[in-house]
């Protein structure tokens, strides 16, 4: 059964930072673009950055220069290093494929208090 879990939300405040992991079941994770995705209260869910299985990575403009994303094919896991983070980031985060083909996770809330 594929599993995607997310972890390493909570509440910091403006220009703090936080790094999420997104650990994986089963050896597709290396094979998957991945990606990250947000959705906060009363919005719908959306796009936060990606990585290929080779490491080519992409970001929402918002997130630019102060979150990286990046992946360890030998342990299936995902990360998104959140920096100089701002209200309008808080969201519960997830992970899936790039193209959101596998069951969602219950997804890790990121609270930023200004």
């Known amino acids: 059964q594929v599993q995607l879990v997310q972890f390493g939300g909570g509440l910091v405040q403006a220009v703090g930072s936080l790094r999420l992991s997104c650990a994986s079941s089963?050896?597709?994770?290396?094979?998957?673009?991945m990606a990250w995705y947000r959705q906060a209260t009363g919005k719908q869910r959306e796009f936060v950055a990606s990585?290929?299985?080779?490491?080519?990575?992409n970001y929402r403009d918002s997130v630019k220069d102060r979150f990286t994303i990046s992946r360890d094919n030998t342990k299936n896991t995902m990360y998104l290093q959140m920096n100089i983070l701002k209200p309008e980031d808080t969201a519960v985060y997830y992970c899936?494929?790039?193209?959101?083909?596998?069951?969602w996770g219950q997804g890790t809330q990121v609270t930023v208090s200004s």
């Open positions: 089963g050896s597709w994770f290396r094979f998957n673009h």
């Open positions: 899936n494929t790039a193209s959101g083909s596998k069951p």
């Open positions: 990585v290929s299985p080779g490491g080519t990575t």
